[in-house]
């Protein structure tokens, strides 16, 4: 198949997915396909023109992933006319002669279903859910209001805009950007004081956020592959929370796969992320976070549309609990969203 890895992008997790799209990229090739991988907003220059046949290493020049998160404005001073035009040159020009384009973009203007609402509108197909279901699950309060409305537990919460009353907040309590990703625009708070330093931090991201009661317990993520579940991985930072550092840096976290858990929490939390599944709207895969609370209540936190693909990610650890290569992976995922 020719297929194009689509990466990076101008998200706050541009270098996660960068990390993915470099792995995708050396699975399919391995497997034999015609690849190429490219950066959605900075695209490529030379003549895309019979470009599968290029027998080049796409994949050369991506950085490892820094601890924080990557400069934007310095990404964006790259092209002149980012404001006017987000795909790079080139980039529809190659999807459009391409099977199928294999998203390994995470966060804004990637997971959100605008890129994926552009490939419906030209016939191009792509990996993941729709535009819909990918909308509804950037959006964190929209989230946490369908898994209310749809019999789903999940943390007691509300959404505000930046600037609004905040109303009978619990301590401790969790402030998060409705759009963000990997862990980026997540704080734990106390008290007012920190509740506020969180809501001014939060605007450099989103001028909306969620705040919701805190969960104490243990950690645990469940990926789903054609809306069945696969087995759980439990999710413990060595030190501090599930950070954006703690999520990519080696080492920093304990998962483990299968969790340590009874077979009747198990499928609990199983059946719990498939019902989310349907009541998300979802197609193709996904994964769901949840916690456990020292009592043994579960409550799904959220969907992730695009789940990470770096060598350390949840959902290709899940894959092989399973059996499941991660190259057998990526060709898995691209045939549950072509249908096959």
């Not at 790079?88 to 390994?104: R, W």
């Not at 998060?176 to 001014?200: H, I, P």
Request: aromatic share 8%; net charge negative; hydrophobic share 35%.
């Amino acid at each position: 198949m020719k297929i194009v890895v689509l990466a990076g992008g101008t998200s706050t997790e541009r270098e996660v997915s960068l990390i993915s799209g470099t792995g995708i990229y050396k699975a399919l090739k391995e497997r034999g396909h015609q690849v190429v991988l490219l950066d959605v907003y900075l695209g490529y220059k030379g003549d895309a023109d019979d470009i599968f046949a290029d027998p080049r290493d796409w994949s050369e020049g991506i950085e490892a992933i820094k601890e924080d998160s990557p400069d934007l404005a310095a990404v964006k001073a790259l092209r002149p006319d980012g404001d006017r035009h987000f795909f790079g040159p080139n980039v529809m020009k190659i999807c459009e002669q391409a099977d199928v384009v294999f998203m390994a973009l995470h966060g804004a203007n990637g997971e959100d279903g605008k890129i994926q609402a552009v490939f419906e509108l030209n016939g191009i197909p792509y990996t993941g859910t729709d535009y819909l279901s990918s909308a509804i699950c950037m959006d964190k309060g929209l989230t946490k209001e369908l898994f209310m409305a749809g019999g789903i537990p999940t943390p007691k919460g509300y959404t505000i805009r930046i600037g609004e009353e905040v109303r009978d907040v619990k301590y401790p309590a969790v402030v998060k950007v409705t759009n963000g990703g990997s862990s980026v625009g997540v704080y734990f708070v106390n008290n007012d004081t920190e509740l506020q330093d969180a809501l001014e931090k939060a605007k450099a991201y989103d001028d909306e956020v969620v705040i919701e009661q805190y969960i104490k317990g243990r950690e645990f993520t469940c990926g789903l592959i054609g809306g069945k579940a696969l087995p759980l991985v439990e999710i413990e930072p060595l030190q501090g929370s599930y950070d954006y550092k703690n999520k990519y840096q080696p080492g920093m976290t304990k998962e483990t796969c299968p969790a340590n858990l009874s077979e009747e929490k198990t499928k609990e939390i199983q059946c719990i992320a498939e019902k989310a599944w349907k009541v998300l709207r979802l197609r193709s895969y996904a994964r769901m976070d949840f916690m456990m609370d020292e009592d043994g209540t579960i409550y799904c936190l959220e969907a992730n549309t695009l789940p990470g693909m770096t060598p350390i990610s949840l959902l290709p650890q899940e894959a092989a609990a399973t059996g499941m290569s991660y190259p057998e992976l990526c060709e898995k995922l691209i045939e549950v969203s072509l249908g096959k």
